[in-house]
């Protein structure tokens, strides 16, 4: 693909550089966006892991035996 590329878009076929923007604005929205997203969720999840990694001494232990 990226050889198919070079020959379709290479500079012998292309003479003169287009100087049109496609869209730069809107690619840096819905990329900084859903990064933006991802952190609001993470936040909150580090600190339940974090909770969750306390080690509480319990007030009683059951032990359960099975046999199949």
């Keep these: 693909m ?5 020959h379709l878009f ?6 003169v550089a287009s100087n049109m923007v496609h869209g730069t ?5 819905w990329t900084v ?3 933006l997203i991802l952190i ?4 909150p999840s580090f600190a339940l ?6 080690v509480v001494d319990p007030a009683i232990t059951i032990k ?3 046999h199949q």
């Design 2 to 6: 990226l050889g198919r590329a070079a």
């Design 10 to 15: 290479g500079e012998s076929r292309n003479q």
């Design 25 to 29: 604005v809107i690619e840096v929205v």
């Design 33 to 35: 966006t859903p990064t």
């Design 40 to 43: 609001v969720v993470a936040i």
């Design 49 to 54: 892991l974090y909770s969750i990694d306390e």
């Design 64 to 66: 359960c035996i099975g």
